[in-house]
């Protein structure tokens, strides 16, 4: 309960820990890291982390409705393969290829999304076996290889060109999460979404159709992690089967940093894009000190739990 | 309306002949899985050459051992309400540690304790953060699967851990017993141990009571803390046992190694019939479910398809079953 006009430690810690975290970062790596501290560096964190960026605004509206996604690592991967597929074949117009993505996004966020609120699947087991699911069928499509459709128009775009000096990838990003940010804080369906993951069962009362909400978090879940995987092509300039492998971890890390509850009803677009980019300046900062890789393992890991810990709420 | 309902139920009792009494009735009751593991071993035993040989079945029988004895783990606390999915890292965790000391030359019965312990700590560190912090079981089983994985990509650099050359150490996962391969031996053993404890223990019945409601629970006087606790201690530890036996039976450890066993281990308990809601589930039929995977796998190996395309099998599966569970559940 809060209680207002009373200044309480604890929970200005756990309302502004991540910008704790964020100065802190900052500081230390200024310090001990040479070259952190410069304006081309913090682009390269931005580029460096638009995947993840993007993908985290879909478990963002996962998670504040009440469930998990971790599948939205393999949809993106997915995306990417058949962008360069279809790249590779020729013959297939924009539009009609920008339809079929947005064709498959709708479905495979229907099938997730009934798969939980209608067959009563948790979250957490339904994207699990889509990831596999998407994964084992891409391996059978391509046979474990890569798809190099050579460096067309939109690799070009999207990975090399820049508008008011900024990367386009970026400015990507930044479309996405306006977008994001309408959806959730000025219309009714951002309201819903909040509602549910506050709690359904008062939620149907009130005549909120929540069932249907779900299914809808779930299509704009796979909608923006499509989005991603057109990134994810640009950045790779071939279609990788193998791509994005736990960036889902990366996803949940960095809308627990941003203060969303996991268990639903809580979370903010803001926040949860600095959460993004504290992981991205943290994993960045270390390259620069030299920490071997698998260390990142370790780190996000740790983060998760950290960030879980914050924020845990006793009953 | 109730009182006839009744007066029917004591009629069925005492007629003889009854199937709705008959022993066979009861355990395709209890054990719904077993329909369609028998009918896809009659289609298999028909249709695919070479899987009612005696080898292929012992093939088998070694290769779900290890699935099931960390399934059992898993069902603990799935029945609980939880997840485990740090499963997979524990195991490549102990598998290196048991790599390495055999190849040290360590005695099988200082390693074997040891490995134990390790997996156990493991489950404990799960525990503590679940019950004393409060945060999701998934969340604290992800993040430590996460830290797992990346301390045996630390300790092997990426690269396996080949070629122990133990023999006492390899008959482990290789041996026969009267015939039987050893992993079988243990998993019996193991399987009959577990399954003693959980119909015959007031420990169970508190694993079965905070499963169905963990409030209640707490307000009757059961140590929810302490017994979650010990849950994911004999889940880590189940995962170390079969830890120790693969790396015996491969005889090689990958840093990869146990990476999404947690997902076959989460599909067998589902399919053996357990609800992820808690206060559901058994050891016998997680084995049945298991064994099903096995089945699953070793088929699409005698068939010469690509083991992706089990993958999507199997996930399909897994939605199905717990689809099913729900809806079965809703309906009682």
New interface residues.
């Given amino acids: 309960m809060k209680i207002q006009g009373k200044f309480n430690t604890i929970s200005f810690v756990k309302t502004y820990s991540l910008y704790f975290v964020l100065g802190a970062l900052i500081i230390f790596f200024s310090i001990f890291a040479q070259g952190f501290l410069t304006w081309c560096n913090f682009i390269n964190i931005l580029k460096r982390t638009t995947i993840t960026a993007i993908l985290s605004l879909g478990t963002l509206f996962v998670i504040i409705s009440g469930g998990?996604d971790i599948s939205n690592g393999a949809i993106a991967t997915l995306s990417s393969v058949i962008i360069a597929t279809a790249l590779l074949n020729g013959g297939i117009t924009w539009p009609i290829l920008i339809l079929a993505l947005v064709v498959l996004a709708l479905l495979i966020g229907l099938f997730s999304g009934s798969?939980v609120a209608l067959?009563?699947?948790?979250p957490?087991?339904?994207t699990?076996?889509?990831a596999?699911?998407i994964?084992?069928?891409m391996?059978?499509y391509t046979g474990g290889f890569t798809i190099d459709a050579g460096r067309g128009v939109l690799i070009r775009f999207l990975n090399r060109a820049s508008f008011l000096g900024i990367p386009n990838m970026i400015w990507v990003v930044l479309i996405m999460y306006f977008i994001g940010y309408v959806l959730l804080t000025k219309t009714k369906f951002g309201r819903y979404v909040y509602a549910i993951g506050g709690d359904s069962e008062i939620c149907e009362h009130a005549g909120i159709p929540v069932k249907k909400v779900r299914i809808l978090v779930f299509i704009f879940a796979s909608m923006v992690a499509f989005v991603a995987g057109i990134l994810l092509y640009a950045r790779l300039g071939v279609g990788q089967p193998t791509a994005l492998i736990?960036i889902e971890?990366d996803c949940?890390a960095a809308v627990?940093l941003g203060g969303a509850s996991?268990?639903g009803g809580r979370g903010s677009i803001i926040n949860t894009f600095l959460g993004v980019v504290t992981l991205g300046l943290l994993i960045n900062g270390m390259n620069y000190l030299n920490v071997?890789t698998?260390?990142?393992?370790?780190?996000?890991?740790?983060v998760?739990?950290f960030a879980?810990?914050v924020h845990?709420?006793?009953? | 309306m109730q009182k006839g309902n009744t007066q029917k139920k004591q009629r069925m009792k005492y007629s003889l002949l009854n199937w709705k009494e008959s022993c066979l009735f009861r355990l395709f009751r209890n054990s719904q899985i077993l329909i369609p593991l028998l009918f896809i071993l009659c289609f298999a035993s028909f249709f695919v050459p070479h899987f009612m040989v005696k080898d292929n079945i012992l093939n088998i029988l070694r290769q779900i051992s290890v699935l099931s004895l960390i399934s059992i783990g898993s069902t603990l606390v799935i029945i609980t309400g939880g997840?485990d999915l740090s499963v997979g890292s524990v195991m490549a965790l102990v598998a290196v540690y048991t790599a390495t000391a055999v190849k040290a030359g360590t005695s099988f019965w200082i390693i074997f304790p040891v490995a134990i312990l390790f997996g156990m700590l493991i489950g404990m560190v799960n525990g503590i953060?679940i019950m004393n912090?409060?945060?999701?079981p998934?969340?604290?089983t992800?993040?430590?699967?996460?830290?797992?994985?990346?301390?045996v990509?630390?300790r092997t650099g990426?690269s396996n851990i080949t070629e122990l050359g133990n023999k006492a150490f390899l008959f482990l996962g290789r041996g026969f017993l009267l015939g039987i391969p050893f992993p079988i031996i243990i998993l019996f053993v193991f399987y009959l141990f577990w399954s003693i404890v959980l119909n015959n223990t007031r420990f169970a019945r508190e694993v079965y009571a905070i499963g169905n409601n963990e409030e209640a629970s707490k307000v009757a006087g059961i140590a929810v803390r302490r017994v979650i606790l010990y849950v994911y201690m004999i889940a880590g530890m189940m995962a170390s046992v079969g830890a120790v036996i693969d790396t015996s039976r491969m005889n090689t450890v990958t840093a990869m190694y146990g990476n999404?066993i947690e997902?076959d281990c989460?599909t067998a308990v589902?399919l053996g019939g357990a609800s992820?809601d808690g206060g559901s589930g058994r050891v016998m039929n997680t084995l049945y479910g298991a064994a099903l995977l096995g089945i699953i796998n070793n088929l699409f190996n005698l068939l010469g398809v690509?083991t992706?395309?089990?993958?999507?099998v199997?996930?399909?599966i897994?939605?199905l079953a717990?689809?099913t569970n729900?809806?079965l559940k809703?309906r009682d």
């Fill in positions: 998990i798969a067959g009563n699947v948790p957490i087991i339904t699990l076996a889509l596999s699911m994964r084992g069928g391996m059978v736990n971890l949940i627990v996991l268990s071997v698998y260390w990142q393992y370790v780190v996000q890991g740790c998760i739990l879980a810990l845990s709420q006793r009953k | 997840i953060l912090f409060t945060i999701p998934f969340i604290v992800l993040a430590v699967m996460t830290i797992g994985r990346g301390l990509l630390l990426g999404g997902f989460v589902v992820l690509s992706y395309w089990g993958q999507i199997k996930g399909l897994l939605i717990v689809m729900t809806t809703r």
